[in-house]
Antibody, heavy 117, light 107 residues
Framework: EVQLVESGGGLVQPGRSLKLSCLAS????????MNWIRQAPGKGLEWVAS????????YYADTVKGRFTISRDNAKNTLYLQMTSLRSEDTALYYC??????????WGQGASVTVSS | DIQMTQSPASLSASPEEIVTITCQAS??????LAWYQQKPGKSPQLLIY???SLADGIPSRFSGSRSGTQYSLKISRLQVEDTGIYYC?????????FGGGTKLELK
């Protein structure tokens, strides 16, 4: 069974940093691209960042470019999102999702990030 | 950026009815369109990929279609468990963009 488990969320002050992790199991992690998608409270889905299976290709939404860094450790089956210079508008539930069939086919349960003083 | 305009924003329907949700792409995206269902308090679940292909384990009463740059999700024989918010997603070009969502309620 494919499982994606996010961790590392929490309450953080504006301007500070936070690092999310996503532990994958039930599939060969190193064969798949991965994504981060977020959902602000009561709002829709927003794609944040993507990384290819070997980290050769990385893409970011303009809203996070220069502040967030996506990375992965295939030996640890783990995806990361390093978030710096956090703003109140970054408050959201952050999902990691696997790439397959050209879409995000499996999602984690999400990690909550609240940016507030 | 490609804009995905989804409609309606909300709808209410009765069990066994047929409902259709649409997404209009701001430019050609080919068949790079997916549909997701998000039930309250849950993660999104893939329903349809490549505009018309049914994802694993999804009932056949869900179907997707395309007419030019307009994409539709049809749910036949609506069930109570179909309550939720439905999103389209374009994966034709970066940045990947979602539609604004359609909230489906059962009467």
């Amino acid at each position: 069974e494919v499982q994606l488990v996010e961790s590392g969320g929490g309450l953080v002050q504006p301007g500070r940093s936070l690092k999310l992790s996503c532990l994958a199991s039930g599939f060969t992690f190193s064969n798949y691209g991965m994504n981060w998608i977020r959902q602000a409270p009561g709002k829709g889905l927003e794609w944040v960042a993507s990384i290819s299976s070997s980290s050769s290709y990385i893409y970011y939404a303009d809203t996070v470019k220069g502040r967030f860094t996506i990375s992965r450790d295939n030996a640890k089956n783990t995806l990361y999102l390093q978030m710096t210079s956090l703003r109140s508008e970054d408050t959201a539930l952050y999902y990691c999702a696997r790439d397959r069939l050209g879409v995000m086919d499996a999602w984690g349960q999400g990690a909550s990030v609240t940016v507030s003083s | 950026d490609i804009q995905m305009t989804q409609s309606p924003a909300s709808l209410s329907a009765s069990p066994e009815e047929i409902v259709t949700i649409t997404c209009q792409a701001s430019q050609d995206i080919g068949n790079w369109l997916a549909w997701y269902q998000q039930k309250p308090g849950k993660s999104p679940q893939l329903l349809i990929y490549s505009a018309t292909s049914l994802a694993d384990g999804i009932p056949s009463r869900f179907s997707g279609s395309r007419s030019g740059t307009q994409y539709s999700l049809k749910i036949s024989r609506l069930q109570v468990e179909d309550t939720g918010i439905y999103y389209c997603l374009q994966r034709y070009s970066n940045p990947w963009t979602f539609g604004g969502g359609t909230k489906l309620e059962l009467k």
